[in-house]
């Protein structure tokens, strides 16, 4: 899972199996939150995103899991491939408010 | 334009030199963020602009980071006497800001290199 530091924490994967990303949010007041992609060169991108009336949200072979409860936050990668491996970035938002992102996850997909 | 447009794409100093990175945000974005992410790391924040709002600058890392956001837009992010440790990859983003969920879009990047 991400971490306060700047220090990239790592998740390696067979190629096929599931990954599940993690990310604890600081702020019990955020009411939004995304998850982004950055590949090696390039500028993080929008993944998926959902609102704190939501626990979960689908996407095509990406699932967003939010427990308010205890401020934590996953995006699961179904059957993961090789293009997947990239830092994942959580962000929580109060509505108005800054965004504020985490340090990221390195996950690296084993072909 | 149709994203965040960061210019330099890569810029090589001399150490000592100042330097000025410029981020063009999208169209109608009020809010700006400022991020630095140094080789194999996460994003670092520095400076946050909000409309005609004071920005938080809480990340600055020395006196000698400043940044401007010139009629609401354009932003200009400034390191003076440059330093090896400032070698980093510099991100732009915006987004709507107040009132709208919606996400905040990134730039490519300035890739700094101080030598």
């Known amino acids: 899972g991400e971490s306060v530091g700047l220090h990239l924490p790592t998740l390696s994967v067979q190629e096929g199996d599931n990954s599940i990303i993690n990310c604890a949010y600081s702020?019990?007041?955020?009411?939004?939150f995304i998850w982004y992609k950055q590949e090696s060169g390039k500028g993080p991108q929008f993944i998926i995103d959902i609102r704190s009336n939501m626990d979960k949200r689908q996407g095509q072979r990406v699932t967003v899991l939010l427990n308010k409860t205890v401020k934590h936050l996953s995006l699961q990668i179904a059957a993961t491939q090789p293009g997947d491996s990239a830092v994942y970035f959580c962000?929580?938002?109060?509505?108005?408010?800054?965004?504020?992102f985490g340090t990221g996850t390195s996950l690296t997909v084993i072909p | 334009g149709a994203g965040v447009s960061q210019s330099p794409s890569n810029k090589v100093t001399e150490k000592g030199k100042d330097v000025e990175l410029r981020c063009d945000p999208i169209s109608g974005h009020t809010a700006l963020y400022w991020y630095r992410q140094s080789l194999g790391q996460g994003l670092e924040f520095l400076i946050y602009f909000q409309g005609n709002s004071a920005p938080d600058k809480s990340g600055l890392p020395s006196d000698r980071f400043s940044a401007e956001r010139t009629g609401g837009s354009v932003s200009t992010l400034t390191i003076q006497r440059t330093q090896q440790e400032d070698s980093a990859v510099y991100l732009c983003?915006?987004?709507f800001g107040r009132g709208l969920d919606t996400e905040a879009f990134f730039g490519q990047g300035t890739r700094l290199t101080v030598v």
């Open positions: 702020n019990s007041a955020s009411d939004y």
């Open positions: 962000a929580e938002n109060k509505t108005g408010n800054q965004f504020y």
């Open positions: 983003a915006s987004s």
